[in-house]
């Protein structure tokens, strides 16, 4: 039977070992916190990973803490909307969750004793038949492969490639989490709301709970004077934003960063997956959904392949197209988004206002058909 190593119990890690796990493969993961919880707010689960989460078996755990997503608005700061795109309709819903929620359901996949707490890699290597793995506790341990699912700094990425530092976008994402009875948010809508290099998302995590996002072409503010910074720089926006604000407790800041598409993820019996092999700015809200896809898609290659080398050059082979264009279109998003010069952005609204919303939602559903 083989035996896969996974470094890093984020929502890839752990989706990872949950699908090797159900195809009947060994798989540990190792994280290096002491606990596992995910922090962050809320995050959208487009239907291409909640077709995922179907085929694992957790999509009405997932289904039953979310918000259903139906469709999505494109508004500028006074409120009024500039472009309504549906949705469509898919085997599978479009959700919003609390990340603490996702990776709950993830763990409830997976034996309790194949995560290992507490445990950070400091260095790997590989001989013709093992990968063996040391920590910084000390302990060591060996396996037929290992996957490097430890995020957008990624260690086993630097081991395997050398170090690439993340790139940094010009801008600042703050993330909340809300509860909001008013009329100002319909059932179903999500939305964007686009100002002068600042944008304001509301997304719906469930019983009259949303997930807020911010962002700024700035560097992060002080912690202490997030929530005061934020009341400023979207006073005048259109309800429910300043109530948003003012009720969160607690407000998360996140540079934007990526990378460019990496020229290689795999060395042997090692690949990367999710933030570690193709981290991206979070304007399509895909980063999280790419990596539950390359779970299931690293797991089938394993069970399917002749030998662990093969399979995971051909999860790769399989990954690299579709998540590298993800990488791309969502830079360019972000930097549309940001705009910030009165003429760009008055161009902006007017386009957007008479684009037909057919357009997009044709497009996004390339996005959203993907299966495994
Ligand atoms: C503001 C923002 C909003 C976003 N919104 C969305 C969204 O709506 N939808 C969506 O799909 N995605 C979204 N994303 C992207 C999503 O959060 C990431 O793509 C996703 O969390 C990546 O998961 P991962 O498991 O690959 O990496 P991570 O979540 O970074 O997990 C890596 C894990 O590895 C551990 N680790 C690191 N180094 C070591 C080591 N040496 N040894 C052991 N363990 C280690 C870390 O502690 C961590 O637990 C958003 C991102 C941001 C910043």
Not at 38 to 48: F, R, T
Not at 172 to 184: H, I, L, Q, S
């Amino acid at each position: 039977m083989k035996n896969v190593g996974i470094i890093g119990g984020g929502i890839g890690g752990v989706a990872a070992a949950a699908a090797l796990y159900r195809l009947g493969i060994h798989a540990t993961v190792y994280e290096r916190a002491p606990r596992l919880e995910e922090v962050g707010a809320g995050m959208m689960l487009w239907p291409n990973a909640t077709r995922i989460l179907k085929e694992l078996g957790l999509l009405e755990y997932v289904a039953a803490r979310s918000g259903l997503n139906t469709h999505f608005t494109v508004r500028a700061s006074s409120g009024n909307v500039l472009m309504n795109i549906a949705l469509g309709k898919f085997d599978v819903p479009a959700l919003c969750t609390r990340r603490s929620d996702l990776l709950a359901a993830l763990l409830s996949a997976l034996p309790r004793e194949h995560v290992r707490l507490g445990r950070e890699l400091t260095h790997l290597e590989q001989s013709k038949s093992k990968v063996r793995v040391q920590f910084a506790d000390g302990s060591i341990a060996e396996h037929d492969a290992v996957i490097g699912a430890d995020g957008i700094r990624s260690r086993v990425r630097a081991q395997l490639f050398g170090v690439s530092d993340p790139v940094y976008r010009g801008y600042t994402v703050w993330r909340g989490v809300a509860a909001y009875r008013g009329w100002a948010v319909r059932h179903g809508y999500n939305s964007e709301s686009w100002g002068h290099g600042s944008r304001f998302g509301i997304l719906s995590i469930g019983q009259s709970r949303f997930t807020w996002y911010a962002t700024a072409n700035v560097r992060a503010a002080l912690p202490g004077e997030r929530k005061s910074e934020l009341l400023q720089r979207f006073a005048g926006w259109h309800e429910p934003i300043p109530e948003l604000i003012e009720s969160t407790e607690l407000i998360l800041e996140n540079g934007a960063y990526d990378l460019p598409p990496l020229p290689r993820w795999t060395a042997g019996r090692v690949t990367l997956l999710g933030d570690a092999a193709h981290p991206c700015t979070p304007n399509l809200g895909q980063g999280g959904c790419m990596a539950l896809e390359d779970a299931l898609v690293l797991a089938k290659c394993v069970l399917q392949e002749r030998s662990i080398e093969s399979a995971l050059r051909r999860y790769e082979l399989l990954r690299r197209r579709r998540t590298g264009h993800i990488q791309q279109r969502s830079l360019l998003m972000g930097h549309i988004g940001q705009w910030q010069n009165r003429a760009a952005v008055s161009g902006r609204r007017v386009v957007t206002s008479l684009l037909p919303a057919a357009l997009f939602e044709h497009n996004l559903r390339s996005v959203y058909s993907y299966e495994t």
